[in-house]
């Protein structure tokens, strides 16, 4: 049983460019969503997905954008990369939110130069 | 709105002697309270949860947490430290009010001595 599985693990960007931070879990959960986590901040919130055609905003959306099409996939891109996007991201998922435990991904490592 | 504090962002203990990370939350319904746990260079791990049934829950590793619901608070504890506790841990609150989102403090990295 895989879970939570991330890929990239590690991806160098130039300002400006543009690229996809993939999730997928098999556990057949409803509820996914991703982070990005910065020294001395937590995880903070960019978007979430309650189910497939379903996402929302977080805390920290802009630059961003998502999509849910399967219940297993939920890809994160970045449409114009930026410095300020550099930054550990995490997929997380649990059964529908709210109160369940979330599974995380083993993360992805941008930096954008 | 949720929040959720930890109040302190770095803690060290000497190996053998009691950990406490302080978390206190602000939830406007009934709220689900998490600690996860994050080694260096890795992802998360849930040690506990408390959602609503006995207010003194206990995770992995000899970790528990007491849900205090007049102080707000949600405090993890374990007795006695081990190297191997050294990493940084994060308190997490969502509630039942149907806006599906985890609230994560900004971290508590507790520090192991020899």
């Known amino acids: 049983n895989a879970g939570v599985t991330q890929t990239p693990k590690f991806q160098v960007l130039k300002t400006g460019q543009s690229m996809t931070l993939q999730c997928a879990q098999d556990?057949?959960?409803?509820?996914m969503s991703w982070y990005r986590q910065d020294p001395g901040m937590g995880l903070r919130l960019i978007h979430y997905s309650v189910g497939a055609g379903i996402t929302d905003q977080g805390e920290v959306p802009n630059g961003y954008n998502v999509s849910r099409s399967t219940t297993e996939d939920f890809p994160l891109r970045l449409l114009s990369a930026a410095p300020s996007q550099t930054s550990v991201y995490f997929c997380a998922s649990s059964e529908t939110g709210g109160r369940d435990i979330q599974y995380f991904g083993a993360g992805t490592r941008l930096s954008v130069l | 709105a949720q929040s959720v504090t930890q109040l302190d962002s770095h803690v060290s203990v000497s190996e053998g002697t009691p950990v406490l990370l302080r978390c206190n939350y602000s939830?406007?319904?009934?709220?689900?309270l998490f600690w996860y746990v994050q080694h260096p260079n890795k992802g998360l791990q849930l040690l506990l949860k408390y959602t609503s049934a006995a207010t003194l829950v206990k995770g992995i590793n000899g970790f528990e947490a007491e849900f205090k619901k007049s102080e707000t608070s949600f405090h993890l504890t374990k007795p006695s430290a081990h190297m191997s506790d050294a990493a940084e841990y994060f308190c997490v609150v969502s509630d039942a009010s149907g806006t599906y989102k985890y609230i994560f403090g900004t971290g508590t990295r507790l520090k192991v001595l020899a």
């Open positions: 939830s406007s319904y009934s709220p689900s």
């Open positions: 556990m057949n959960h409803e509820y």
